[in-house]
């Protein structure tokens, strides 16, 4: 059973445009979410990150949104860059009442941001 | 450059042997993380180690095992391996024991495993 689904295996996106990639999860006891970037041939790095007690952040050009009642947080990636273009992993962890430390990822989506 | 260094980069081998995968956290960096990724699945949890001790264990088989040293470098060991075994196998790190929240894993570049 998957606790974290990204359901859209790749999406397409023109540069300048805006990229919204999403992430559904299950488990309501996970209090911390993250978003990974991996290009090929490399480890996901991280990108950013929201608590349970916020419902959005913002990093520059990234702004993470997260709706704990709908289980669903997204992405938003503002203007779209081609170098941008990569896997995109959500992932999720339980660190409050929690003893594991471990992230549980999605399967991931895959970014072409088109010049 | 995260910081963390796995080797081997690549390892090709066949069904029934045994291999070890090895990494090296970043300077500071007390817990290492182990994943596994398969064609078409995200990153999986196998197992993580926080200053030599385990920590937590996730979807791991009985085949592997993983120790950390005294110095903190981490070795996987995969062993009676089955063609389902191959994959990407990633390692992370982070400062503390919980690694989720402001103690952030960095992943390494990973190892691809090829069973033939």
């Known amino acids: 059973d998957q606790q974290v689904k990204q359901n859209s295996p790749s999406l397409s996106v023109q540069e300048g445009r805006i990229s919204i990639l999403n992430c559904d999860y299950t488990?309501?006891?996970?209090?911390?979410f993250l978003w990974y970037k991996k290009y090929p041939a490399e480890g996901p790095t991280f990108l950013i990150s929201?608590?349970?007690?916020?419902d959005k952040n913002e990093d520059g050009r990234f702004t993470v949104f997260l709706n704990k009642s709908a289980k669903h947080l997204s992405l938003h990636i503002v203007p779209s860059q081609p170098g941008d273009s990569a896997v995109y992993f959500c992932?999720?962890?339980?660190?409050?009442?929690?003893?594991?430390?471990?992230?549980?990822f999605g399967k991931g989506t895959k970014l072409s941001v088109k010049p | 450059d995260s910081g963390v260094t796995q080797t081997p980069k690549h390892l090709i081998t066949a069904t029934g042997q045994r291999v070890t995968l090895r990494c090296s956290p970043r300077?500071?960096?007390?817990?290492v993380y182990w994943y596994q990724q398969s064609l078409d699945q995200g990153l999986q949890f196998l197992i993580q180690?926080?200053?030599?001790?385990?920590?937590a264990k996730g979807n791991i088989l009985e085949r592997f095992s993983a120790q950390q040293f005294p110095d903190l470098h981490s070795e996987l060991n995969l062993s009676s391996l089955e063609l389902g075994d191959s994959a990407l196998y990633f390692c992370?790190?982070?400062?503390?024991?919980?690694?989720?929240?402001?103690?952030?894993?960095?992943f390494g570049p990973g190892t691809r495993l090829t069973v033939l």
């Open positions: 180690y926080y200053n030599g001790e385990e920590r």
């Open positions: 992370a790190s982070s400062v503390g024991p919980r690694g989720g929240n402001t103690d952030t894993q960095y």
């Open positions: 488990n309501s006891m996970f209090d911390y």
């Open positions: 992932a999720a962890s339980q660190n409050y009442g929690g003893s594991q430390g471990n992230l549980i």
């Open positions: 300077s500071g960096d007390l817990s």
């Open positions: 929201i608590s349970s007690i916020k």
